[in-house]
């Protein structure tokens, strides 16, 4: 196929969104180029992952859809010109879900299954007290700082909303949010129901969208960690990702909602893991997110050198709260090699920014 410019500047383009969308996932090939239209494309040997693409009048569609992460799809459409796009500010991205995921019929019963079962749960959440008791939360020493959060408290477990940015907002204060998922903590573990990527819950109020005001905006990865932040920083608004891939999406929208405010990223240090694997994703994704929201901090705990314990801010709190002060005082600027890996060496030269 003969490309224009502009077709090759999609293209290039449609590459790049099919490997940052898809980034997440594991065993992921990205394409280098593309080739063969209207036919699907496995990106991964297990088969749960393709692409399809096609140009309709100069104009580029590529759909991704993947069995995993509760069955999302995502589709890129570009424009006639690339120019058009950059004038009208349109985003190329957008996603539906739930999607019919590579004519698999089991897959497609399971995904249903897995909505009815969210969609009974979501029902049930919002029937639930808002205030209550709960082992696991006593256990952690956030009974108190938990009630009246906007969770739910049930018999045996509890459960909390996860929220995405209303795309069509009506509410004229605080953030219009709506409600994609909930994450449900038994006393042993924890499940997720709906969509939990890109969401979050937050710990505090979050003004309307654009707003000047200064902030003090923490966001971490677990509910737990969230409320042992929020217990020792009453006034400041907690931010729970969820994950540590959340963590860099919702580092990024906190940072262009609250442009003024300020931004802790309270990451992990999992010492365990390193000593296992040789990385450390807590302290990773505490500086990608970082690199994210220009001008946000890092804090982590504070552990002997070489410490081979998974160490929380909830771990923290347990052992003395003091030590959450401390980790806030010490808190660093972005580290670019931590938050590129290895593109650090290949984009040094060319990099002008500090996060």
């Known amino acids: 196929m003969q490309y224009n410019n502009f077709e090759h500047e999609q293209e290039q383009d449609a590459l790049a969104f099919i490997a940052n969308e898809t980034a997440h996932i594991n065993g992921i090939t990205p394409p280098s180029h593309l080739s063969d239209a209207n036919v699907w494309h496995q990106l991964n040997k297990t088969k749960n992952t393709a692409f399809i693409h096609s ?10 859809k993947t069995l995993k992460h509760g069955g999302e799809s995502w589709t890129f459409s570009g424009w006639d010109t690339v120019q058009q796009c950059r004038e009208s500010n349109h985003k190329p991205l957008t996603r539906t879900k739930p999607a019919t995921i590579l004519t698999n019929p089991q ?7 897995k909505e009815k079962k969210y969609r009974k749960e979501l029902a049930l959440f919002k029937t639930l007290p808002k205030t209550g008791a709960f082992s696991y939360l006593k256990r952690k020493h956030i009974l108190d700082t938990a009630q009246d959060t906007g969770i739910g408290f049930a018999a045996n477990r509890i459960m909390i909303p996860i929220y995405q940015p209303n795309p069509n907002p009506v509410k004229r204060k605080g953030l219009d949010v709506v409600i994609s998922g909930l994450q449900i903590i038994y006393s042993k573990n924890k499940i997720i129901r709906g969509t939990k990527k890109g969401g979050f819950f937050p710990l505090g109020d979050l003004p309307k969208a654009g707003s000047k005001k200064q902030l003090n905006i923490f966001i971490c990865e677990g509910f737990a960690t969230g ?3 929020k217990k020792v920083f009453h006034d400041a ?4 990702a969820f994950d540590t891939g959340n963590m860099t999406i919702i580092s990024d929208l906190m940072r262009k909602l609250y442009s003024k405010s300020m931004v802790t990223i309270a990451g992990d240090y999992d010492g365990a893991t390193f000593a296992k694997r040789g990385k450390n994703p807590g302290i990773s994704a505490a500086h990608k997110a970082a690199y994210k929201a220009i001008g946000a901090k890092v804090m ?3 552990v002997e050198h070489g410490s081979v314990q998974n160490i929380d801010f909830n771990d923290v709190l347990i052992d003395d709260e003091n030590g959450i002060i ?7 600027d972005c580290d670019l090699k931590i938050a590129l890996a290895g593109e650090y060496e290949q984009h040094k030269k060319t990099l002008n920014m500090t996060c």
């Open 326 to 332: 401390q980790a806030y005082q010490r808190r660093v």
């Open 300 to 302: 982590l705990p504070i």
């Open 227 to 229: 409320l042992a932040i």
């Open 237 to 240: 608004v907690v931010v729970v």
């Open 107 to 113: 897959a497609e019963a399971t995904e249903a299954e």
């Open 55 to 64: 140009y309709s009048k100069g104009v580029l569609n590529v759909t991704i």
